[in-house]
């Protein structure tokens, strides 16, 4: 495992406290080297000076004071204005400065703190740039304003030359203190944390190219100083300038630390090549040069710093992406599996299974039963507070990782305790959920860890909601893999008869039967598209199979050509059955699988069935799903082709989740562009969803395709997608599935109503 993914899942798999906060002695070290720090910094920083004064352009000092309180905290203040007072007494400056020294440095680290804590408490800055800007005008500026005003009297107590007036020394103070903050605070910061993450090797080794950085900065430094000093020309002043790029070349290469070390290097390499022959009459215009190019070198490091941290939370949020389930916050399968490979982790497994999500989805809706899914990670978390890992590992599956010692048996009894039967009424529909529950202790076993945690699944499924299910042994991982394969052949075969039942069977008996949902416009001037039938299957009576589950059996097992006929068989009987020459019917849209654009004879199967009822081909829509790839492009596009010509319509079904799709869309003749229910799902909060939404909508605009959204359940989802340009949605919150039957006697009523009304 990567340690970007030891460091992300780390607070999940470790079950000890939060560390306490450190040892006051260790407080008081930390202090004492900081002060020291300052101490040496300021001594260091003497040999730059300004009309006269002990003034430097940039003064690092209080930067990295105002660093270090950042990262540790208050407990460090105290101890810095102890070491400014020595340092000023070390040089001999009166009691009085000194005591105005001190007391600017400690007031502006304390205000850094609470504009630091309220800051903290504000709604995350999403764009870098404006968090950066915020950053340097919130929190550093007011520091930097207390300290030249403070720092100015203690430079007027002093015995000033009198040809410097109160404006040149506030100008020069200014500068220094806003250069020195600006450029040493986060990089003290940034440096001082990293040195407190053990196993840092970006401390203690460099890259090549950091190296050759490093290089060609001191080969710079030593130019210029050299040409400075044999009076060469304006050769030394203007390798200046030669410091820009290689901060450029640092801000698109590095990470935000060594960025800031890059730039702070570079400004000291300004000031020490800062011509020394200008007569005192210059100095205005030697403040403003200086000024001005450090300006530009903080501002080109401060932008970049923002971009590199920008990209690394950017990585960090894909890593979460892919181990965090964004429902609960809690681990999902893959973050689980990774979890469990990581050494020392405990593997005292519990199966937490919702037998029937799939039926209060079709009851309810699924963003109502993933509010249930959520109250129920919720009381995970309550009843087991001491387990080691929660995740959800799919759609009303939870697994839970206990410490070692704990029983399982009475974790498992409190649970089904807990669950079992619990009861949610979600407006005016109340459902009452099904739990199985199992455990395997994979401690001392030597099974490979995914084929534990599907044995885990399979031991739940296998389980239900009876009582009488306890500890599974982990050796019987095998054994419980091979009973679900023979399972999964038997349901296999079983849906090879449901297939070769020709009649469809009524909704509360035992086989394969179609239901239908409407397909709405999404905004004014659109007529309604009309339905997407739907393959259901009832294993037992009232108890369905979900087509996440059945489907894929049949995908493994090379059925679904078979199931695509016998989709389009019960469709054309339906027709005929209620009388299709007298029905007024929307568009009927069929999903085509992947595995039929390879089926030779699949054009004419179609062409035959319409033939068959004198329907016009218009009237139909065939979706081509991605649950299995398109193996054959070429077939693909002549088959689509070939059922545009016959005056049908296609669709690509559940745009945005494979990675072909955008070849898909640009090789395949379609009329229609389903986005998948995951971008619509999350819309109205999520940005990045948001932007998929309109990006694909200006494709789809682009190549004369229209649009339809997924699993839209509530009018601000369905107001939002007609904004970014959607034009037609689907979902529990648009019309229920009902069964295809009901639907063709409701449009069979009501076209018989239209010709009386016409007759009349």
Not at 692 to 715: D, R
Request: proline share 5%; charged share 20%.
């Amino acid at each position: 495992m990567s340690d970007v993914q030891l460091d992300l899942l780390r607070p999940r798999i470790s079950a000890l406290p939060i560390t306490p906060s450190l040892p006051s002695t260790l407080d008081f070290m930390r202090a004492l080297v900081g002060a020291l720090i300052w101490m040496i910094a300021a001594e260091l920083s003497r040999r730059y000076s300004v009309i006269g004064v002990e003034m430097n352009l940039v003064w690092p000092p209080d930067g990295i004071a105002v660093g270090l309180v950042l990262a540790y905290g208050l407990r460090m203040v105290p101890v810095i204005g102890a070491g400014v007072m020595v340092w000023h007494m070390q040089r001999g400056i009166p009691l009085s400065e000194s005591l105005v020294g001190a007391f600017a440095l400690m007031l502006a680290l304390l205000v850094v703190c609470w504009l630091r804590k309220r800051e903290h408490d504000r709604p995350h800055e999403a764009n870098p740039v404006t968090a950066c800007i915020r950053y340097h005008f919130l929190i550093l500026l007011p520091a930097i304003c207390i300290l030249t005003a403070l720092g100015c009297w203690q430079f007027m107590l002093a015995e000033m030359p009198s040809r410097h007036g109160l404006a040149q020394i506030v100008l020069v103070m200014g500068i220094s203190e806003l250069f020195g903050i600006l450029l040493f605070s986060k990089l003290t910061e940034l440096l001082v944390r990293a040195l407190d993450q053990p196993g840092r090797k970006s401390l203690v080794s460099l890259q090549w190219w950091q190296a050759w950085w490093f290089v060609i900065l001191g080969t710079l430094v030593a130019i210029g100083d050299a040409a400075d000093h044999a009076k060469f020309g304006g050769l030394g002043s203007s390798v200046r300038y030669a410091v820009f790029p290689l901060v450029a070349w640092a801000a698109f290469s590095g990470r935000p630390l060594f960025v800031h070390v890059a730039t702070a290097l570079a400004a000291l390499a300004l000031l020490w090549l800062t011509p020394t022959d200008l007569p005192d009459t210059e100095w205005a215009f030697l403040i403003l040069d200086q000024a001005v190019l450090v300006v530009c070198l903080a501002g080109l490091g401060f932008f970049a710093s923002a971009a590199m941290e920008h990209r690394r939370v950017m990585e960090s949020n894909l890593q979460e992406l892919a181990h965090i389930d964004p429902l609960t916050g809690m681990l999902n399968g893959h973050g689980l599996a990774v979890c469990l490979e990581a050494p020392g982790a405990q593997q005292l497994l519990i199966g937490i299974e919702v037998c029937n999500m799939g039926q209060i989805e079709d009851l309810i809706g699924m963003t109502s039963a993933r509010q249930i899914e959520e109250d129920i990670a919720k009381l995970l978390r309550d009843q087991l507070p001491d387990a080691t890992l929660l995740s959800r590992v799919k759609d009303g599956f939870f697994v839970v990782t206990l410490p070692p010692g704990q029983p399982s048996d009475e974790s498992i009894n409190r649970l089904r305790q807990i669950l079992a039967g619990r009861r949610y009424v979600l407006g005016e529909q109340g459902v009452r959920i099904r739990v199985a529950l199992s455990a395997i202790d994979t401690r001392t076993s030597t099974v490979k860890r995914d084929e534990i945690l599907a044995a885990l699944i399979l031991a739940c499924r296998v389980a239900g909601d009876s009582d009488d299910r306890g500890q599974v042994d982990a050796g019987d991982a095998p054994e419980i893999l091979m009973r679900a394969r023979q399972e999964q052949l038997s349901r296999a075969e079983s849906l090879r008869e449901a297939l070769r039942n020709r009649a469809a069977n009524a909704t509360d008996g035992v086989g394969l039967w179609l239901a239908c949902q409407p397909i709405r416009a999404a905004r004014d001037g659109l007529k309604d598209l009309g339905i997407e039938v739907l393959l259901r299957w009832n294993t037992a009576p009232g108890i369905p199979s979900a087509p996440s589950e059945f489907l894929p059996l049949a995908e493994r097992h090379g059925l679904m050509p078979q199931v695509d006929r016998w989709v389009i068989a019960q469709v054309v009987q339906a027709l005929v059955n209620r009388g299709a020459g007298e029905l007024t019917l929307e568009k009927i849209s069929i999903n085509l699988s992947g595995s039929s654009m390879s089926d030779t004879r699949l054009l004419e199967y179609i062409a035959d069935a319409i033939r068959a009822i004198g329907f016009p081909a218009s009237q139909f829509c065939f979706e081509v799903t991605e649950t299995s790839s398109i193996a054959e492009r070429t077939q693909a596009i002549s088959l689509l082709s070939a059922l545009r010509a016959l005056g049908a319509q296609t669709s690509l079904d559940d745009f945005g989740t494979g990675l072909a799709t955008f070849d898909y869309l640009k090789s395949l003749p379609l009329d229609y562009l389903k986005i998948d229910g995951s971008f619509v799902r999350d819309i109205v909060t999520s940005r990045v969803d948001q932007r998929i939404i309109m990006a694909t909508c200006e494709v789809a605009t682009a190549m004369g395709l229209k649009t339809v959204a997924e699993f839209v359940e509530t009018p601000s989802q369905r107001t939002l997608l007609a904004a970014y340009g959607v034009d037609y949605v689907q979902g529990y919150g648009i019309g229920v599935p009902m069964p295809l039957d009901d639907y063709l006697a409701h449009r069979y009523e009501a076209s018989k109503d239209e010709v009386n009304a016409g007759g009349a």
